[in-house]
């Protein structure tokens, strides 16, 4: 109808007023309907009135008044772009056809909008659905755009045969209303695509191709020079059919799915401290929710237990953090998968990659605690790396209060980050697995510490080793298991030798199952001095209510609360370590201390509750980019 104003008015501010009236009562339509729609079959009614103003929202308005004045506006274009063929004032035969075609292509658009809202509402294969409309919309407009081809020139006749215009002039118009024609299809179509990029929450991306499709063509006409009136219909038509290329693209990209698709992605080749978070969430993760898929770089040990699992596992790249070759397969990965949310660790080829995809949402989880580089000392530095990290990955994790702080020193905004404690499985206590192992190694009833770490420099198992020679020279029998492997494993062992306690430290190497270890020992220790953030070895020790020693580094006093569930030491000292576990040799505060660790892991620690806690925050973050609430 606004149109309809625009070819029968001769005025243009007259025509245009009217145009941009009932264009905004369009507006205001449109918006009521997305409301409805969204409210009803996107929200749940217990959120429904939490609805706010947010970035998003007004990226959708922006949306709505740009598709709504779109016609009223290129109807002004062409009044203020056309002059008569004879060089007179007023409404030319070229911004009247391309009127009448507007005004064709706007009805079909009002049909569009109502059908879309009325069948997508009800409808629940929402991917079987649009292509129904889009199908039949495609014939609709194909056979109008036929119908205007085809009667063009007689209809023309018809209707101007008693004008002031000449048999040529009347020709004229008709071929231009055939020049024209073809735009009606682009038109319709791409206003429905459009519609559905909204509620998919494409709005940014269809809007930015709309602009591009606009200065396409300007770049055309100013390259080229034309300004011939004859040019106009040509260039209207690129236009419009720029647009469908874009709105097909753009919702293209994004795939209709009963469940988000999340992407897990690790770059460690063996089974660290991201490993055995990803193999416990993936046990405890809600699969109604998300299809969830995991990314690992070839040859990773951790391939088996996940696939073992029932998850898809992709391999991709190698184990280097970043490099060109890792950045080109997580590309291709992503363009295979297109996942709504990707979660990182560690690996920066896959956080570009993810960007440059433009993956809706994106984080990645910091599994540990490293003191800042003195290059974050630099304010210009930290400033970098807060705009790169709000650029690739605008959210992230911290598996503890500690790793929070770290990435805030190193310049991340504090509000991006969200704290979740790693959780674990529970260890259940047997006898006859305690008893195996202390026979094994000749323990008896004698205390036992266990430690299970990677056997590197930032676990100082150095220090355990020497604190239990000082504990032998005092006449105290005492061992300790040392669960693990790594590259100082040889290196501790002849520690051990020299300082004659080889047959007090027992060396058991890389296992799968730590639950025998932890059965047959009577506390747990750790002795890192760096990297640790919510220790995992700690956690399955306080399942099994085990008290703790541990450093005072990272994430540890947040786990053991000194004189609570166990005793917390400075790094790195030997013999405060061993005053420690001199104490821990009483078996009443052993068991006070280790019925605190079992509290302490039940609220804080549980493996289910880490999967909710990371479920919650996914469906928040894809909530906040158009996703629907669960």
């Known amino acids: 109808f606004s149109l309809t104003g625009t070819v029968l008015l001769s005025d243009m501010m007259t025509a245009f007023t009217l145009s941009g009236i009932l264009a905004i009562l369009d507006i205001a339509l449109l918006l009521a309907l997305t409301r409805a729609v969204k409210r009803r079959h996107t929200l749940s009614p217990m959120h429904s009135h ?56 706007a009805l079909l658009i009002s049909v569009t909008h109502a059908t879309y809202y009325a069948t997508m509402a009800r409808s629940r294969e929402k991917a079987k659905t649009l292509r129904h409309i889009f199908l ?37 118009l008709a071929s231009l209303l055939t020049a024209y024609a073809p735009s009606v299809i682009a038109l319709t179509l791409s206003s429905l695509l459009s519609d ?22 300007g770049s055309l006409y100013a390259i080229f ?52 978070w990803l193999l416990t969430y993936l046990r405890y993760a809600n699969r109604n929710a998300f299809d969830i898929c995991i990314a690992l770089p070839k040859g990773a040990m951790l391939k088996k237990p996940v696939t073992d699992l029932g998850y898809p596992v992709y391999e991709m790249g190698t184990e280097r953090s970043f490099s060109l070759a890792n950045t080109l397969a997580a590309c291709r990965l992503m363009l295979k998968l297109r996942p709504d949310l990707i ?37 210009t530095v930290r400033l970098i790396n807060r705009v790169t990290n709000r650029i690739l990955t605008p959210s992230a994790v911290a598996v503890a209060i500690e790793a929070q702080k770290n990435l805030v020193e190193m310049g991340i ?27 094994r190694f000749g323990i008896g009833n004698i205390t036992t510490v266990a430690i299970c770490a990677r056997l590197e420099k930032d676990k100082s198992i150095n220090t355990l080793i020497e604190a239990i ?19 100082e494993e040889a290196a501790l062992k002849r520690l051990s030798d020299i300082l004659g306690v080889s047959d007090l430290v027992h060396f058991c190497g890389f296992v799968s199952d730590v639950a025998p270890y932890l059965n047959a020992a009577d506390l747990y220790a750790n002795c890192s001095v760096g990297s640790e953030a919510t220790s995992l070895a700690i956690a399955e020790a306080m399942s099994l209510s085990l008290p703790i020693v541990a450093s005072d580094y990272g994430g540890n006093p947040h786990m053991v609360i000194d004189g609570y569930n166990g005793i917390l030491v400075r790094q790195r000292d030997p013999l405060e370590l061993a005053d420690a576990l001199m104490i821990l040799t009483d078996r009443v505060l052993r068991k006070h201390f280790g019925s605190s660790s079992f509290e302490h892991y039940v609220s804080y620690y ?25």
Not at 162 to 170: F, K, M
Not at 469 to 487: W, Y
Request: with cysteine; charged share 15%; net charge positive.
């Open 50 to 105: 939490h609805l706010r103003l947010t970035k998003q929202s007004v990226f959708r308005a922006v949306w709505v008044i740009l598709s709504g004045t779109f016609l009223p506006l290129l109807t002004l274009f062409t009044t203020l772009s056309s002059a008569s063929l004879s060089g007179e004032e007023g409404i030319s035969l070229n911004g009247y056809a391309s009127r009448l075609v507007l005004l064709s292509a």
């Open 136 to 172: 039949r919309l495609l014939i609709v407009s194909a056979t109008v755009t036929f119908l205007i081809i085809l009667f063009a020139r007689p209809m023309m006749r018809l209707l101007y045969r008693n004008s002031a215009l000449t048999d040529t002039e009347i020709d004229r």
């Open 196 to 217: 559905f990029a909204y509620l998919r929450n494409q709005t940014p991306h269809i809007t930015i191709g709309n602009f591009l499709a606009i200065a396409a063509v």
């Open 225 to 276: 020079g034309i300004s011939s009136l004859t040019a106009v219909p040509f260039y209207f038509t690129l236009a419009a059919f720029l647009r469908l290329i874009f709105a097909i693209t753009t919702v293209a990209s994004k795939p209709i799915r009963d469940k988000a698709r999340i992407l897990l992605v690790l770059s460690d080749c063996n089974i660290g401290g991201a490993g055995r």
């Open 343 to 379: 979660n990182t660790s560690a690996s920066l080829s896959a956080r570009i990659a993810a960007f440059v995809l433009r993956v809706p949402v994106r984080l990645y989880t910091r599994h540990c605690v490293y003191p800042p580089s003195t290059l974050f000392f630099s304010p």
């Open 413 to 439: 905004a504090r509000k991006t980050v969200t704290v979740i404690e790693n959780g674990v499985t529970p260890i259940t206590y047997v006898p006859d697995s305690r008893k195996t192992v202390r026979e």
């Open 469 to 487: 020679a000082i504990i032998k020279a005092r006449n105290i029998p005492f061992h300790a298991l040392i669960v693990g492997t790594g590259s």
């Open 606 to 630: 549980r493996a289910e509750d880490m999967a909710k806690k990371y479920e919650t925050l996914y469906h928040t973050l894809l909530h906040r980019k158009g996703y629907p609430l669960l």
